[in-house]
């Protein structure tokens, strides 16, 4: 009769990490200053970043008003060059005789009584 003897291989027992991590409180405090350093530099490009697209967003907010603006005041033009050209097409007007030495009437008392 053979015996064989398997072997067996023994378990490593895990340590806890407060036991495999050994570091003192100098390299903790430096680590969470670390940390803390990256997260509040990661914030402040955060926040400079979305101010400056608002400042852009401000910049073609007012270009565009001025814009519109420029467009409704070329539109008003537009609408009265091409009514004065209406009215001076019109057979009515051009029938009409033009005025020769008109008298203008000057009032310098006032329209209302006190």
Do not use: W
Not at 104 to 111: F, L, P, Q
């Amino acid at each position: 009769m053979v015996y064989l003897f398997v072997k067996r291989k023994k378990r490593k027992i895990r340590k806890p990490l407060s036991e495999s991590v050994r570091a003192g409180t100098i390299a903790l405090t430096f680590v969470s200053v670390a940390l803390l350093c990256f997260a509040s530099l990661a914030y402040l490009y955060h926040k400079n970043s979305t101010a400056t697209m608002a400042y852009k967003l401000k910049d073609l907010e007012r270009e565009h008003k001025k814009l519109l603006y420029e467009s409704e005041n070329q539109s008003a033009k537009l609408a009265k060059m091409k009514s004065l050209k209406k009215v001076m097409d019109d057979s009515f007007v051009s029938k009409m005789p033009l005025a020769k030495n008109p008298m203008y009437i000057r009032v310098d008392t006032a329209v209302a009584r006190k």
